[in-house]
């Protein structure tokens, strides 16, 4: 079993760093974990093996390191983790391979970005948006206060999906030939759609303010669920 164990440090008036860990087994599946309290997170797939974690706030803003500016960074069986961002934000942008499975944590974001990733995508925000662009697999996403914007290339034909948010819109994009069990729901919003969605041999069925049904005769569940907010669901 590996452990590697750093603290990053934001030390006065240094430039912005970069921050190279590795994976300790190309072979395996590769997961990054991430959850910051303040700031703002953009991962993005790249064609290297190690994972580049970059502090963009380092390069403006002098700290105490007896306070403020520490954020723990392990590998482990595989699996990347970094936790930090309490006291001051933290604005990363962290590169890792296009195959990377995604468990992502802020809660007070600007943004919560994915761009290029193909895994199993979990992220959730409480103060932020969540944006993912051309990514594949499967998703689990959620704001609490911001909206929630899909744009999906491939989607995993074996798992369900889930996008929600309480207070903002929900904006999904997928493939034209999309296979999926849908269920759609808002309290204070419209939802809009150019997929048929449909029962077999019959409508969709439409259920207090939500709609249940079926895409290209369904596939795994999808669930789009939101509350002060529309969803719209779009076909690429």
């Known amino acids: 079993m590996k452990l590697a164990f750093f603290l990053i440090a934001a030390f006065p008036l240094i430039a912005q760093q970069d921050y190279a860990v590795a994976f300790s087994d190309d072979a395996r599946p590769r997961v990054l974990k991430a959850d910051i309290v303040n700031g ?23 700290r105490r390191l007896d306070t403020d500016g520490v954020f723990s960074l392990t590998e482990q069986n595989n699996v990347i983790t970094l936790n930090g961002g309490v006291r001051k934000q ?45 990514v594949s697999g499967s998703v689990l996403a959620h704001s609490l206060n911001q909206s929630v914007t899909a744009i999906i290339d491939r989607v995993d034909p074996n798992k369900a999906m889930s996008f929600s948010s309480m207070n903002g819109s929900i904006d999904c994009t997928f493939p034209t030939d999309l296979r999926a069990n849908v269920r ?12 048929d969605v449909r029962l077999a041999g019959g409508e969709a069925i439409r259920m207090d303010r939500g709609i249940s049904g079926t895409i290209n005769g369904g596939g795994p569940e999808i ?13 690429k």
């Open 40 to 62: 703002r997170i953009t991962v993005r797939g790249y064609s290297g093996k190690d994972a580049i974690i970059t502090n963009e706030s380092m390069a403006r803003e002098p």
């Open 184 to 195: 759609m729901r808002t309290t204070n919003g419209k939802i809009h759609t150019d997929f």
């Open 90 to 134: 933290a604005n990363l942008t962290i590169q890792v391979p296009h195959r990377t499975s995604l468990q992502l944590r802020c809660t007070n974001c600007g943004e919560l970005r994915v761009e290029g990733i193909e895994g199993d995508i979990d992220v959730n925000t409480v103060n932020g948006g969540v944006r993912l662009i051309n």
């Open 223 to 235: 669930l789009f669920k939101a509350f002060n907010g529309s969803i719209h669901i779009r076909k």
